[in-house]
């Protein structure tokens, strides 16, 4: 029962949070009605105020924690509870882990009352300083004479006023001041909407979005930033494809290790590469667990991006093949196969959404499949009649949802049994959580 000061609205309520939401906002029911209380978990007590309210829900703020749940911790980021890149900070670590386990728990139900035989123990690590690509936002706000960088806020959209980000590689976490001042200063600090950051195991590079052109002033500054902090910069005036190096002149690849594998990656600053870099690691250390393969093995690679997978594997089966959609991609694999000695991968453009590409790879004859699609995953793909004459498919996802939508395919339609899943927390403090899931139709699983 919740009670009402008995003054004016908008007033205070005190309520009690049942369960988070998928931002990772607390929900108590006040009148029948969904009241959001973002920063409040489950089983708490707190004393809020209204704030906004719609036909379905209300929106609250929170004024006190009465009753805090055992799972509560201090939130370490002194931008909590405003910035909207995590949500989660104020939950224990192992809880966060718990929560998103539950949730994959409910979505396989839902989706086609489907359960993993047995599940993984999660795959966690460091939970600070991990991010090694970020989008962050730009904008200048004139009242205050200066540009704010950062993630949009948890309720409202604006860029969030940040002074550091403890999620993000420190290389770059602890220098959101200085890339402040830096866009501060430009004559066209108006026009720069956002920065994209990349983190290699030896370098940072920045991809500046702008609007309008640079003038030589400019141009100057950010080179000047670029060769004081040690970072390369890169302009991007239109879309994706017109990202170009300003320092150093020529675009130069960052890279990463995977030490448990002897291989070095090279990326360049716009290509997909795993968020999280110690999570990765041990990311491609549990897929090879699971599968076990064998040295006579044929393996395929979906969505294969760098070789991110595939070269570790490479090691490991007779012959892998990755297949990848962005023809620079697979420049990069091959390039990456190359330069660590590879002979037995293979890597291939191939537009996975089309039954039409993909059956003559599906035709042919493979122990395993590997899977990691982009978020909308690979209905299409995992429908097709040849999947049935596959004996494992390993799933890896950044997107629950659609996993669990493809595992009830795999599973109800395809004749596969979920043997194992688990999470991995690629993205520890938000809402977000990475999956693994083996499927099997044979005893090894
Ligand atoms: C989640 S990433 C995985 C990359 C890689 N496995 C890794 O671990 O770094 C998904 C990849 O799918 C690729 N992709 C997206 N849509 C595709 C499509 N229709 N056909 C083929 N590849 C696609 C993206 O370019 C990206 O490299």
């Not at 866009?183 to 600090?189: A, P």
């Not at 950051?197 to 991809?207: K, N, R, S, T």
């Not at 960052?254 to 291989?263: A, I, M, N, S």
């Not at 429908?383 to 049935?388: F, R, V």
């Given at each position: 029962m919740s009670s009402r000061a008995p003054n004016k609205a908008p007033c205070w309520l005190l309520v009690t949070v049942h369960e988070l939401n998928p931002k990772g906002f607390g929900i108590a029911c006040v009148d029948g009605r969904q009241l959001i209380v973002p920063g409040a978990l489950p089983g708490?007590?707190?004393k809020v105020r209204l704030r906004r309210r719609g036909r379905r829900n209300a929106h609250s703020e929170l004024i006190e924690v009465l009753e805090p749940a055992p799972e509560r911790v201090a939130p370490r980021c002194p931008h909590f509870g405003i910035c909207g890149g995590c949500t989660l900070q104020h939950l224990d670590p192992a809880a966060q882990l718990a929560r998103k386990q539950q949730h994959l728990r409910d979505l396989f139900w839902q989706h086609g009352q489907v359960a993993p035989q047995s599940w993984l123990p999660p795959v966690a690590q460091d939970p600070w300083g991990y991010r090694r690509r970020a989008r962050l936002g730009a904008r200048f706000v004139e009242k205050k004479g200066s540009v704010l960088v950062g993630y949009r806020e948890a309720q409202g959209g604006f860029v969030a006023d940040l002074s550091r980000c403890m999620t993000l590689h420190p290389l770059i976490g602890e220098r959101i001041e200085r890339l402040r001042d830096l866009?501060?200063?430009?004559?066209?600090?108006r026009y720069i909407p956002q920065i994209e950051?990349?983190?290699?195991?030896?370098?940072?590079?920045?991809?500046i979005r702008h609007l309008v052109a640079l003038g030589p002033s400019d141009r100057a500054r950010l080179i000047a930033f670029a060769r004081a902090q040690a970072v390369q910069i890169y302009l991007q005036p239109g879309g994706p494809d017109t990202l170009a190096p300003l320092w150093p002149a020529e675009a130069k690849p960052?890279?990463?290790?995977?030490?448990?594998?002897?291989?070095e990656l090279q990326f360049m600053p716009g290509d997909f590469v795993q968020v999280n870099g110690a999570v990765n690691q041990r990311l491609i250390s549990q897929a090879v667990a699971l599968l076990a393969p064998e040295k006579h093995e044929r393996m395929l690679d979906l969505y294969c991006g760098i070789g991110n997978f595939t070269l570790p594997f490479a090691g490991l089966v007779g012959e892998i093949v990755g297949l990848e959609g962005c023809a620079s991609l697979v420049e990069r694999a091959q390039e990456n196969a190359r330069r660590n000695g590879i002979d037995n991968a293979q890597f291939h453009q191939s537009d996975l959404a089309s039954a039409a590409a993909c059956a003559p790879w599906l035709q042919q004859s493979w122990h395993t499949l590997?899977?990691?699609?982009?978020?909308?995953?690979?209905?299409?793909?995992?429908?097709?009649?040849?999947?049935?004459?596959?004996?494992?498919?390993?799933?890896v996802s950044c997107n629950p949802e659609t996993l669990a939508r493809d595992a009830s395919l795999l599973v109800r339609q395809q004749g596969f049994q979920l043997a194992r899943a688990g999470i991995v927390d690629m993205f520890p403090h938000t809402n977000h959580a990475e999956v693994i899931a083996l499927f099997v139709r044979d005893k090894r699983g």
């Open positions: 708490e007590r707190v866009l501060t200063q430009l004559e066209c600090r950051v990349a983190v290699g195991d030896a370098d940072v590079a920045l991809m960052l890279h990463y290790r995977l030490p448990d594998w002897g291989l590997l899977i990691d699609p982009p978020r909308s995953g690979c209905s299409s793909l995992l429908g097709a009649p040849e999947i049935a004459r596959l004996r494992r498919i390993l799933y």
